[in-house]
């Protein structure tokens, strides 16, 4: 197993590709167990890309993909806004955000049929194997799955440019356990 020493999730500040122009500075973080694998899943909640954004270098032992990802850190920096619909249009970003996997030993995909299709990410999931090893799932809208085979978490997420403004904000219906929706 591959680890390093460290103290908690790495939300380095360091040397970002560019500046800013608000006072949230671009996320760098690293994901070492699950903890720390359920907040980068959170960052990337809603988060798009394609196939043809994706790639598994077997040799490198690496699973890379590059997000749109809604900036939701963005969103609860600006809460406090008078009006929601002005916060809304002065607030809501997306960034192109690179994530890779390393030590990722296999990779197996369900419900992804076109290259050109946008899948839209629910979430990252973990599931412990018994040989220490660990199985990552990126769930996608519509039962699309990507499924990392890892000797360990090893993650890092990274922004990699300057953010636009978002054509919409992601709205999700929670169920209503009283049958009032």
Same mark, same amino acid.
């Given at each position: ?7 908690? $999730? ?61 900036? %939701? *850190? ?11 619909? *002005? ?5 809501s970003?997306? !960034? ?8 990722? =030993? ?15 990410? $629910?979430? !990252? *999931?973990?599931?412990?194997?018994n040989?220490?090893?660990? *199985? !990552? ?12 085979? =890892?000797e360990?978490?090893?993650?890092? $997420? ?5 953010? %636009? ?17």
């Open positions: 197993m591959r680890r390093t020493n460290r103290t908690s $999730l790495c939300l380095t500040l360091m040397e970002p590709y560019f500046q800013s122009d608000d006072s949230i500075a671009p996320l760098r973080l690293r994901a070492e167990d699950v903890q720390d694998l359920m907040v980068i899943s959170a960052c990337l909640q809603d988060a798009v890309t394609r196939q043809r954004d994706m790639t598994y270098r077997p040799r490198e032992q690496r699973f890379a993909v590059v997000f749109n990802r809604f900036r %939701w *850190e963005r969103e609860a920096a600006t809460n406090d806004a008078d009006s929601v619909q *002005e916060s809304f249009r002065k607030r970003q997306r !960034i192109r955000t690179g994530v890779h996997f390393d030590g990722c =030993l296999a990779v197996k995909s369900k419900g992804l049929d076109r290259s050109d299709e946008v899948l839209s990410l $629910l979430a !990252i *999931e973990y599931e412990p194997v040989d220490g090893a660990a *199985e !990552i799932i990126l769930r996608f809208a519509g039962e699309a799955a990507i499924r990392l085979h =890892l360990c978490i090893d993650c890092q $997420l990274r922004d990699m440019n300057e953010p %636009w403004e978002a054509r919409m904000r992601p709205n999700h219906q929670l169920d209503d356990p009283t049958g009032d929706t």
